[in-house]
């Protein structure tokens, strides 16, 4: 909705919020499906993933019962 302001992310697709993380370090722990990942193993241990840390993640739940439809939540080209 507001492509030129960087500073805000819109969801990606229809989904209810789960958890909003601020500040987040490359190790912190996150959970999906009881499993726990990090920033770093999201990224895949990228070069780039230390650009990441401090940022925040957005964390939704899709419910398998709805359509679903995906945008490209950020500013850029992917």
Same mark, same amino acid.
């Given at each position: 909705m507001y492509p030129e302001d960087s500073s805000i992310v819109n969801s990606a697709c229809e989904s209810t919020a789960y958890c909003i993380a601020s500040n987040v370090q490359a190790?912190? &722990?996150?959970?999906?499906?009881?499993?726990?990942?990090?920033? &770093?193993?999201m990224l895949n241990n990228d070069p780039l993933a230390p650009q990441f840390v401090g940022g925040t993640v957005y964390q939704v739940l899709l419910n398998s019962m709805k359509y679903h439809q995906w945008y490209s939540p950020v500013n850029g080209t992917l």
């Amino acid at each position: 909705m507001y492509p030129e302001d960087s500073s805000i992310v819109n969801s990606a697709c229809e989904s209810t919020a789960y958890c909003i993380a601020s500040n987040v370090q490359a190790l912190d &722990n996150f959970w999906l499906k009881g499993e726990p990942y990090s920033l &770093n193993h999201m990224l895949n241990n990228d070069p780039l993933a230390p650009q990441f840390v401090g940022g925040t993640v957005y964390q939704v739940l899709l419910n398998s019962m709805k359509y679903h439809q995906w945008y490209s939540p950020v500013n850029g080209t992917l």
